[in-house]
């Protein structure tokens, strides 16, 4: 009931705001931010996967690589951020002149520091690996997904199978490279005993980390799980039972590793400023939330930037924050939040979610609610049209472009 209680505010706040489609407000970041790159290219688009994404040609990849820098070049990034990473989509279908193109673009305007990469499992080899450490990439993300063949099917995806993937971590971490491995739950034809499979042959391969990640829902797209949100979350308490055998501390309520490091975007995007490039990327700071438009007008905007513009309300920062402290399974103490949110915690702490400034059994099966409610709620101005207030005048401006082949 509190759970769903809870998600339901938290739609709410984020349904209120809207998006408008016009020219991006030339703004400085905080000294305190990150970086994201989207790269919204797959040689073929997986069947769970709900973000905005572009089937690769090379043309589309040349104009992507030319439209990228110029959006850097253009901005008024400087100094050195938390973070960045690289996301889609799937990075790896730039080779690796390609994405020294980017990086240098971004060392010409700041000091790279922790830098990572989202790669899709089939298209790794040995060379690659070699390549991103030269480059300075310092973290890797793998998204295994699952190891089982029928449901690698039936999600349209194919990838190489549990020994190589093992061989190619290990040849990462030999290379200095920090490893963290996705695994997916409520897929397809992934019955209960498929995913415990799929957390033990992972914990084997021994990643410096491994997320799980629930099957998401996000708004204005029609897809869904066989299984129900509860079924998904008793499922990773008990793969949490294995990982913890296995050496991993939790470091979040879907996060698991060994050791400090972690590389954990939804976690740091909760709270933080950061400056998104590419098609389709979320930025925030400086009072607004900006989002990139698809890529056949983010290409065709020649220097000119248009997206998707909402000043940042008071009330989806502050469940943001909520969210953020529930999501590292920490109890919010109530300082520095409103008066409506005080009242909810003083709710959680009298319904024995919380204890001692932590969150209990219960409290963690709220975490998971919370999270996803935040993720699937959020107002993606690309697929979903209702969070857009001008959403025509966008299908106008879009109908003058020449199609992309």
Not at 196 to 212: L, M, N
Not at 229 to 236: D, G, K
Request: aromatic share 12%; proline share 6%; net charge neutral.
């Amino acid at each position: 009931m509190i759970s769903r209680l809870s998600a339901g505010m938290i739609r709410r706040s984020f349904a209120r705001q809207l998006y408008r489609f016009t020219e991006i407000p030339d703004l400085k970041p905080s000294s305190n931010f990150g970086i994201y790159i989207n790269v919204p290219l797959c040689y073929s688009k997986c069947s769970f996967c709900p973000f905005y994404k572009e089937l690769y040609t090379d043309d589309l990849k040349e104009r992507y690589l030319k439209a990228v820098p110029a959006e850097i070049r253009s901005s008024r990034i400087s100094g050195e951020p938390r973070w960045i990473y690289f996301g889609g989509g799937t990075p790896n279908t730039l080779n690796l002149d390609d994405l020294s193109g980017i990086t240098e673009v971004l060392k010409s305007k700041i000091n790279t520091g922790e830098m990572g990469i989202e790669l899709l499992p089939a298209l790794i080899t040995k060379t690659y690996l070699e390549g991103l450490k030269e480059l300075d990439f310092t973290k890797i993300s793998i998204g295994i997904e699952t190891f089982d063949e029928e449901v690698l099917s039936k999600s349209n995806r194919k990838q190489p199978g549990f020994h190589s993937i093992r061989n190619l971590v290990d040849y990462a971490q030999s290379k200095g490279l920090w490893v963290n491995t996705d695994i997916m739950v409520g897929l397809p034809s992934q019955l209960p005993e498929v995913f415990a499979a799929d957390i033990k042959k992972t914990s084997e391969i021994g990643p410096d980390q491994i997320t799980i990640y629930p099957y998401m829902v996000i708004r204005g797209l029609d897809k869904h799980s066989p299984l129900s949100n509860s079924e998904q979350f008793r499922l990773i308490e008990q793969a949490a039972e294995t990982l913890l055998n296995h050496g991993y501390e939790r470091k979040g309520v879907w996060t698991f590793a060994r050791g400090e490091n972690v590389y954990d975007s939804s976690r740091d995007e909760l709270i933080e400023d950061y400056i998104g490039f590419g098609p389709a990327a979320f930025s925030t700071f400086a009072g607004y939330k900006i989002v990139n438009p698809e890529l056949p007008v983010y290409i065709a905007s020649n220097g000119k930037r248009t997206g998707f513009v909402a000043p940042k309300t008071e009330a989806s920062d502050q469940w943001r924050r909520f969210a953020r402290l529930v999501y590292d399974l920490r109890g919010p103490n109530g300082q520095g939040f409103p008066a409506y949110i005080n009242s909810f915690i003083a709710l959680l702490r009298l319904s024995g979610f919380i204890l001692n400034g932590c969150l209990t059994s219960k409290g963690i099966m709220f975490a998971h609610h919370i999270t996803k409610s935040v993720v699937e709620s959020l107002p993606f101005p690309v697929q979903n049209p209702d969070a857009v207030c001008n959403y025509s005048e966008y299908l106008a401006f879009k109908s003058q472009i020449s199609p992309l082949t």
